[in-house]
DNA sequence: CTCCGACTAGATAGATCGCTCTAGCGAGGA
DNA sequence: TCCTCGCTAGAGCGATCTATCTAGTCGGAG
């Protein structure tokens, strides 16, 4: 019993849908891919694949924000966390074929037209990480209101640098968007607050 | 006689594509959108699905970059035209309840890792707006290094700023990746190439 | 006129879709 | 012991999927 059905169940759907989208994942899929019943499908979600939708992203969301967290709280100061992340992440595109970048922005594309509930469900796992990485960014002295943007526009050359990547399997598009999340980092934070390494643009993006 | 069959089957395969994506979009959905009969598709098309989207892919990002053209090259100057345009895809998004965003991303993030024609096609786009726009920019004295990373930014923030919008139902992740956009662009150029109007921050992000 | 190729038209095959249903297993409580 | 209930197990339903197939329409070339 290392993991429960359940447990086991929303990780194969999160990977699926991560590469393969929500439509483009199937019911049976699913079951096949975590060695569950059809019928514990349905026990555990009696709302169906929207439902399942909904659990997933909610908890993929909040995963890789951890995952964030983590990787930031390693790191010496801000800038080196923002750094290791998006190192990180391109390293982990590179090891998987391309295929683990942003658990839930194929999904979010695809129901944003289509489904209410699962839109409304990425919509808040994008809300929250922006509040929460605000929230960090400010409590290095940045004003709200610029913590806010900072926060947006990080999250923006993230997810815009895994399209490109994905498509071009190449992580050039990503080492662009670290090298802007950092020098935007770097010049929104009070000049005693960030020690500044070498090597990233300390004016312009 | 307006529109050739073909012509109207591409048109609204795009439109479908863009909302749904490639596996959330159906061949007989096509057809009735389209109203053309079913064997004309495979007419058309004989290589199925898989066929109609590469053309709809390199089509759509055809003439998603002649809109950018359009747009800058009606502008006064490249700041101004890049303003316009984040500007522009965010009343259109707005305008079409947060359904027309990038005509590609949808199906990019869907396909990159199950098909590898339309991965392909839609990385042939990308690298064509990449270059084209890297283009537009070392004309205006940004050296060719610079200009190429400064054009995968620009792509980088709007297709980010696409996902959070479109989850969101609002623009301000678009409004940031403009300001972001435009400060990238004023900060790469030689002083002399932007006439530089108030309201963006001259440094930093 | 005839003939031919481009295109229209839609029925239908075969697989897969999400989902429902009934049956049964097996551990814990009465 | 027996019953209950959380969960397993998978057959199967109707709908829909992509793709194929045959038949028919129509305009222009010879």
């Known amino acids: 019993m290392p993991t429960s059905t359940r447990d086991r169940i929303l ?8 590469q393969h989208g929500f439509t483009g994942t199937g019911m049976k899929q699913i ?7 059809f019928g514990s499908l349905y026990h555990f979600f009696p709302g169906g694949k929207e439902e399942l ?26 800038v080196s966390g923002v750094r290791d ?13 391309y295929a683990d970048a942003c658990p839930i922005a194929t999904v979010a594309l695809e129901v944003a037209s289509s489904s209410e509930p699962l839109r409304q469900a990425t919509a808040e796992v994008f809300e929250s990480w922006i509040i929460r990485t605000a929230g960090r960014v400010a409590a290095h002295g940045v004003p ?7 926060a947006i526009l990080i999250i923006n050359v993230l997810e815009g640098a895994f399209i490109l990547s ?40």
């Open 11 to 18: 990780d194969v759907t999160a990977d699926l849908f991560r």
């Open 144 to 150: 709200n209101e610029e913590a806010r943007r900072l």
């Open 166 to 205: 994905r498509a071009s399997r190449s992580t050039e598009a990503l080492d662009v968007a670290g090298d802007a999340a950092i020098a935007a980092v770097q010049a929104a934070l009070p000049a005693s607050s960030s020690p500044s390494r070498d090597g990233a643009r300390p004016e312009g993006w």
């Open 31 to 37: 079951v096949t891919a975590a060695n569950a019943p």
């Open 85 to 97: 992340f998006f190192a990180g992440a391109a390293a982990v595109l590179r090891e998987t074929d």
């Open 53 to 78: 939708g909904v659990e997933v992203i909610r908890r993929s969301g909040e995963m890789y924000f951890e995952l964030f967290e983590t990787i930031v709280d390693a790191a010496p100061d801000l």
